[in-house]
């Protein structure tokens, strides 16, 4: 049966509501492509070079998005310093009013900010839905706690806060944060990510604008803005998720000042299984673990599992991931109508064509080095419109003790490819889930749990899951990474409040030059 798409989800109906929910963010179609503005020094402006933005989805163009330069982007962030100093002394009463005023009218525009997502990066709508959700909510929360954690006297940072984002969590990993920055009392600034969510963010910063509150949104090559977002003298702090490359140029850049500054970086999380049985309860937190690709910092790529579990590891494993479903997330049959569900699926396209293609050299290369392709999932029968551009897909695929100098041996592949990795001492297991020199999260498969709580004392990871998996977490759970995978102060909760604050008693959670400090977990 052909597919089409669903109604009311063309790109050109989804970017009509999007211009009309915010007018003033939005240039004419040039050639047919809309110009996003540049909200700086508190207005949208027409400036910067247009570059074209495709969508994952299909390999269309949705908007152009205007790059600035340097000097461009150093006039906003002085103009963010002078309304940081306006802000800071804005009484938390206020703040938590103009706050709620945003969350509001973001909760008004939700299935458009979700939908949005679905064209931008390619996520199915239930986790666009979700990722919009977690920003609200998760706010919310925040406005209820924020006079407690402020209690201690803490202030507002001297400058605002410059957040450097990867695409693939536009609401609740960035704006979600920025809300919270701007209720503790300081002015944000946030760079749009050049791969996806650029009309997503730039609808609710202009809802966040039209509520008050002091924000910046400004795109362009990290290359050419980094010095001014990262060590321009104006800004408080640096804000920074994303690849380990990235992230060790913006940390190396603050090695010779004294900027607050929180950096997460991915790294290669791992599932331990030893001495386990319980293969159903497994198998559910496996298949969720597929969801949007595994495109996220806290994936689960590697399985590390003892020699005698092969076997019924794998009988439970490989049933799982040929289960999991991906596609075009809006693709729908002619009987569906308005009103019905759109396609539940656990991922759509990878963010790029070029990050897919990436991918499949990286399992390509791995196999000619001695992996053995335990599953490799095909493009034939998912679903997709007759026609469509399928470059940006990737199947899901698993492989076998990948060889050492292979860069799915070391690296988190970002995308549906898992590695299994097969030991036979509880040494050999802690030494190949701690491979990548610290990571965010870390789970351990173990029927006795005791035996797993003293193996997790060994690993190198911010969070460990017995018998369960860690996430980021939400509202007042902590969050940060051990080793590469984080420098800087930790968040979450009362800790990112405390990260975009100063004051109080005793030092940071966090990696810094001179010490770690850990919370509990």
Same mark, same amino acid.
């Given at each position: 049966?052909? /597919? ?84 800071? !002394? ?25 939908? $949005? ?5 390619? &996520? ?52 979600h944060a920025e809300l ?15 791969? +996806? ?25 990290? !290359? ?61 937190h496996l298949k969720k ?37 991906? +596609? ?30 990436? /991918?499949?050299? &990286?399992?390509? !290369? ?20 007759? +026609? ?40 050999? $297991? ?18 006795? !749990? ?7 004392v060994d690993l190198q ?25 984080? &420098? ?34």
């Open positions: 049966m052909a /597919l089409r798409l669903a109604d009311g989800t063309a790109w050109s109906d989804v970017l009509a509501r999007a211009a009309a929910a915010a007018p003033e963010a939005f240039g004419p179609a040039v050639d047919g492509v809309t110009t996003l503005h540049n909200l700086i020094e508190g207005d949208w402006q027409a400036v910067g070079s247009p570059a074209a933005v495709r969508t994952p989805v299909d390999n269309t163009v949705l908007v152009n998005l205007p790059r600035l330069d340097a000097a461009t982007a150093r006039g906003a962030v002085a103009h963010a310093a002078t309304a940081h100093r306006v802000w800071a !002394e804005t009484p938390l009463a206020d703040r938590k009013a103009r706050v709620t005023d945003a969350l509001d009218a973001l909760t008004e525009h939700r299935d458009l900010l979700a939908l $949005l997502l679905v064209w931008e990066i390619g &996520k199915p709508w239930r986790l666009a839905c979700a990722d919009v959700d977690r920003a609200l909510d998760g706010v919310r929360w925040y406005v209820g706690e924020i006079d407690r954690m402020l209690a201690d006297g803490r202030e507002p940072l001297p400058g605002p806060v410059s957040n450097i984002a990867s695409w693939n969590y536009p609401m609740s990993v960035l704006v919270v920055q701007v209720l503790a009392g300081n002015a944000v600034i946030a760079k749009t990510p050049s791969q +996806g969510g650029a009309v997503c963010l730039t609808v609710a910063h202009a809802l966040m604008r039209r509520a008050g509150l002091p924000a910046t949104l400004l795109s362009g090559s990290g !290359e050419e803005l980094s010095e001014v977002l990262v060590r321009a003298p104006e800004i408080g702090a640096v804000a920074f998720v994303g690849g380990r490359s990235n992230g060790g140029k913006v940390a190396a850049a603050l090695l010779d000042t004294d900027k607050r500054h929180f950096i997460e970086q991915e790294g290669l999380n791992a599932w331990g299984i030893w001495n386990f049985s319980q293969w159903n309860l497994l198998a559910g673990g597929f969801e949007y690709g595994k495109q996220r910092c806290t994936a689960y790529p590697r399985f590390v599992v003892q020699r005698e579990l092969v076997d019924q590891f794998l009988d439970m494993y490989l049933p799982v991931v040929r289960s999991v479903r991906f +596609g075009h997330p809006l693709a729908v049959g002619d009987d569906w109508s308005a009103g019905d569900p759109l396609p539940e699926l656990d991922f759509g396209p990878l963010i790029s064509a070029a990050k897919a293609d990436e /991918l499949r050299r &990286k399992v390509d !290369e791995a196999v000619r080095g001695g992996a053995v392709p335990l599953y490799r999932g095909r493009l034939d029968g998912a679903p997709f419109l007759d +026609g469509q551009d399928t470059s940006a897909y990737v199947a899901p695929s698993v492989l076998l003790a990948p060889p050492g100098r292979s860069r799915l041996m070391h690296a988190e592949p970002f995308g549906p490819v898992d590695t299994i990795v097969v030991v036979d001492t509880t040494d050999e $297991l802690l030494a190949a889930m701690n491979a990548s020199n610290g990571a965010l999260v870390a789970s351990l498969a173990c029927d006795d !749990e005791d035996e797993a709580a003293k193996l997790a990871a911010f969070k460990v899951g017995i018998n369960k998996p860690r996430s980021r977490g939400d509202r007042e759970e902590p969050f940060g990474g051990r080793g590469a995978s984080w &420098k800087g102060a930790f968040v979450g909760g009362d800790l990112l409040v405390q990260a975009v604050t100063v004051g109080g008693d005793g030092r940071l959670y966090g990696n810094f030059p001179d010490y770690s400090s850990y919370p509990a977990t």
